[in-house]
């Protein structure tokens, strides 16, 4: 899968415009934010490309690459509605599988059971406390 065709599929579950997106990368626009995020975190965790590569595509830097993908972290942490989301994306995505020993994340019981089977494989879940 090119980065235009990621980048055009995330565009279009967000509902924008992928033309509008990608011509208009200083736009702050939530919508537009989200999907450069997005699209920051599928790359990182799903290729071998360097912060560099990830984020050459859309004319941002490696530190936005992190910020993004750690916001992203954060989001599908705490919301449910989101997390639902990008499990759906990525799974309807034809991506080649890249080999990852574990996530290590901290989630809600609520969350994680969310998470489909093969992708639980592969992630170590710290529950919060507050969850016990």
Known sequence: MTNEELY???????????????????????????????YFYIKKRHTYETLEEIGKFLNKDHSTVIHSVKRIDELIRFDKNFLYFMNSLILSLDLEKKEVEYINVTMTKENYELIPNELKLKIKVNVRKNDI
């Open 8 to 38: 055009a599929t995330i565009c279009n579950k967000i509902g924008i415009n992928y033309n509008e997106a990608i011509n208009k990368t200083k736009l702050r626009s939530r919508k537009f934010n989200e999907s450069r995020q997005i």
